[in-house]
């Protein structure tokens, strides 16, 4: 399984406490982690293990995109600011239609990725 990962600046500190929380899953089940350049720094620098993407504005989202029309992206958790401007909103846009499109789920906000952790591990307990 392949969770992305990517999170606008004013979460990127959120990110790295939910991976933090949750990491002790991801690398029990294997859970191979993919972020955008700058979210998946701050991950990397607080000792985590991920597969760096572009920056988010430096096309980013985009190769996450393709790699989930490619069928190699599970989920995405995507800490948004929605109160910010983002130069980059088209592609943020385009994401969220492409999860839409392709039937991937997406956390926006930690609460949601909550749901997702939780959901996936009772799904790993029952051998789903």
Do not use: W
């Amino acid at each position: 399984m392949t969770i992305a990962l990517i999170a606008h600046d004013s979460k990127k500190v959120d990110m790295v406490g939910f991976v933090r929380d949750h990491i002790d899953f991801f690398k029990e089940h294997a859970i191979h982690l993919i972020a955008t350049g700058t979210t998946g720094s701050y991950l990397e620098k607080a000792g985590l293990e991920i597969e760096r993407m572009l920056s988010g504005p430096l096309g980013g989202d985009a190769q996450i995109a393709s790699r989930m029309v490619e069928g190699k992206v599970d989920m995405i958790i995507f800490f948004r600011d929605p109160l910010g401007k983002h130069p980059h909103e088209v592609d943020v846009s385009m994401l969220m239609r492409l999860c839409d499109v392709h039937n991937i789920p997406l956390a926006t906000n930690p609460a949601a990725g909550l749901r997702f952790v939780q959901s996936l591990q009772l799904e790993m307990a029952k051998g789903i």
